[in-house]
């Protein structure tokens, strides 16, 4: 069989047949529904470019994978370079970019986060955070938030708040509890002699970008203080400059026990997460250091890839461009949504993660599709279908948020017409 020129309808085609048979039916049904029916062939700062060489804005960053854009330079070359020498490691002898990589994140992270685990996602990271809360308390009981989103695995799974992902793979882990976002009082109230740690989002991403009150944060590190009960922070999606600052916690002021990472971490360029915690809490490592670990975890490709990422994060002064640009791109959407007070119900974000709240789940994916007509990537978030997240890399510019900002009004304005 022979395979049809890329460039070809028939390359699309097949590729989505393929979906179909071999990967998921739905999935394929789901992705053609939204309008987005090409196969993605190659990614170059903020456009992705299919096999038939429409270019497409990025929007949506892989969900926050993409802050350095696509393909940047440095990392592809870090990981080019790394790949020819030694791309895994034999986990005999030390590896010298997880050592220097660990070193980094140390210096870089917020309070007294000392030690890293290095794991390949952030569900893994964490279900590892989730481990070390237990085994440094001795406890077992968790509480999470209603809307938090941690990750589909078991653990992580267990952590978040939204039933319909939930309920499918019932039972699941024990002694976890979910109380309201941006409520110290709620999460107090959960609180029993048995509580291990409290797990949050500083922003909650996936429950569509809800941004606590100032004093949230502040509040739950107090709390935890007073009551001896960790607090872990999931910066998986926040974490690297996203919301204009390094680590979205800063901005409180506040670090937590343990902290989760990955996606943008590995510079869209290779998957990496990892978990970090104080010394306080990593000490219970100590008479057993593989009581946790991971074949992949740590290859010298993602941590070449994560280091490279550091550099440019820094060289680029990412954060404070996201806090800039975010700025303008929440003022320009709040602008326009101004125009459909009955369609739009709130605009909010944080730096370069903004969700715009429609009144109807069928509006919003009709205004994703509207985006996927004029070549414009976005999504709903995945606890909160009548939110579209815009995540755009870190690197957008001004004519890109104008086009967005424009091709934002169309979207809205021809669902509109559409529903008259
Ligand atoms: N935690 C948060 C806050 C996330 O947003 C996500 C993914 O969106 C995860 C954990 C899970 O990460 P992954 O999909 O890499 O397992």
Same mark, same amino acid.
């Given at each position: 069989?022979?395979?049809?020129?890329?460039?070809?309808?028939?390359?699309?085609?097949?590729?989505?047949?393929?979906?179909?048979? *071999?990967?998921?039916?739905?999935?394929?049904?789901?992705?053609?529904?939204?309008?987005?029916?090409?196969?993605?062939?190659?990614?170059?700062?903020?456009?992705?470019?299919?096999?038939?060489?429409?270019?497409?804005?990025?929007?949506?960053?892989?969900?926050?994978?993409?802050?350095?854009?696509?393909?940047?330079?440095?990392?592809?070359?870090?990981?080019?370079?790394?790949?020819?020498?030694?791309?895994?490691?034999?986990?005999?002898?030390?590896?010298?970019?997880? @050592?220097?990589?660990?070193? $980094?994140?140390?210096?870089?992270?917020? +309070?007294?986060?000392? *030690?890293?685990?290095?794991?390949?996602?952030?569900?893994?990271?964490?279900?590892?955070?989730?481990?070390?809360?237990?085994?440094?308390?001795?406890?077992?009981?968790?509480? +999470?938030?209603?809307? +938090?989103?941690? #990750?589909?695995?078991?653990?992580?799974?267990?952590?978040?708040?939204?039933?319909?992902?939930?309920?499918?793979?019932?039972?699941?882990?024990?002694?976890?509890?979910?109380?309201?976002?941006?409520?110290?009082?709620?999460?107090?109230? @959960?609180?029993?002699? $048995?509580?291990?740690?409290?797990?949050?989002?500083?922003?909650?991403?996936?429950?569509?970008?809800?941004?606590?009150?100032?004093?949230?944060?502040?509040?739950? $590190?107090?709390?935890?203080?007073?009551?001896?009960?960790?607090?872990?922070?999931?910066?998986?999606?926040?974490?690297?400059?996203?919301?204009?600052?390094?680590?979205?916690?800063?901005?409180?002021?506040?670090?937590?026990?343990?902290?989760?990472?990955?996606?943008?971490?590995?510079? #869209?360029?290779?998957?990496?997460?990892?978990?970090? #915690?104080?010394?306080?809490?990593?000490?219970?490592?100590?008479?057993?250091?593989?009581?946790?670990?991971?074949?992949?975890?740590?290859?010298?490709?993602?941590?070449?890839?994560?280091?490279?990422?550091?550099?440019?994060?820094?060289?680029?002064?990412?954060?404070?461009? @996201?806090?800039?640009?975010?700025?303008?791109?929440?003022?320009?959407? $709040?602008?326009?949504?101004?125009? *459909?007070?009955?369609?739009?119900?709130?605009?909010?974000?944080?730096?370069?993660?903004?969700?715009?709240?429609?009144?109807?789940?069928?509006? @919003?994916?009709?205004?994703?599709?509207?985006?996927?007509?004029?070549?414009?990537?976005?999504?709903?978030?995945?606890?909160?279908?009548?939110?579209?997240?815009?995540?755009?890399?870190?690197?957008?510019?001004?004519?890109?948020?104008?086009?967005?900002?424009?091709?934002?009004?169309?979207?809205?304005?021809?669902?509109?017409?559409?529903?008259?």
């Amino acid at each position: 069989m022979t395979t049809p020129d890329p460039a070809t309808a028939a390359f699309v085609d097949e590729t989505i047949a393929k979906y179909r048979k *071999y990967i998921s039916p739905g999935l394929a049904n789901l992705m053609d529904f939204v309008g987005f029916h090409g196969v993605e062939w190659r990614g170059e700062g903020m456009s992705v470019y299919d096999s038939q060489g429409q270019a497409y804005l990025d929007f949506l960053g892989g969900y926050g994978v993409f802050a350095l854009g696509h393909a940047h330079p440095k990392v592809v070359a870090a990981v080019q370079a790394q790949a020819a020498r030694l791309p895994m490691s034999s986990r005999v002898l030390f590896n010298r970019p997880a @050592a220097d990589l660990a070193e $980094r994140l140390a210096a870089l992270a917020p +309070g007294n986060l000392q *030690y890293t685990f290095f794991c390949n996602s952030g569900t893994e990271a964490v279900e590892g955070a989730l481990k070390l809360a237990r085994l440094a308390t001795g406890k077992t009981e968790i509480i +999470g938030t209603v809307g +938090g989103f941690h #990750g589909k695995t078991y653990g992580g799974l267990s952590a978040s708040g939204r039933e319909v992902y939930r309920a499918p793979f019932a039972p699941l882990l024990p002694d976890f509890s979910h109380v309201p976002f941006n409520d110290v009082a709620a999460v107090a109230a @959960a609180i029993t002699p $048995r509580t291990a740690a409290v797990i949050v989002e500083p922003v909650q991403g996936e429950n569509g970008v809800i941004v606590p009150d100032d004093d949230y944060l502040p509040g739950l $590190r107090k709390l935890c203080d007073d009551t001896g009960v960790l607090l872990i922070l999931d910066e998986v999606q926040t974490g690297f400059g996203r919301t204009g600052t390094m680590f979205a916690c800063e901005r409180w002021g506040i670090a937590p026990d343990i902290m989760a990472i990955a996606k943008a971490l590995g510079g #869209g360029v290779m998957p990496i997460g990892a978990f970090m #915690g104080t010394p306080a809490v990593w000490k219970v490592f100590e008479p057993n250091p593989l009581l946790h670990s991971s074949t992949f975890g740590g290859n010298e490709l993602a941590c070449a890839a994560a280091l490279a990422t550091l550099d440019v994060i820094e060289e680029e002064n990412l954060p404070a461009r @996201a806090a800039v640009m975010g700025t303008r791109l929440l003022s320009g959407i $709040r602008a326009v949504a101004e125009k *459909y007070p009955g369609t739009i119900t709130e605009v909010r974000g944080l730096g370069l993660l903004v969700g715009v709240e429609f009144t109807d789940r069928d509006i @919003a994916a009709l205004v994703i599709a509207g985006f996927a007509q004029q070549q414009i990537f976005a999504a709903y978030t995945l606890n909160n279908p009548c939110v579209i997240r815009l995540e755009p890399p870190l690197i957008v510019g001004d004519a890109e948020i104008d086009r967005v900002l424009t091709a934002f009004d169309t979207a809205v304005e021809g669902v509109l017409d559409l529903l008259a």
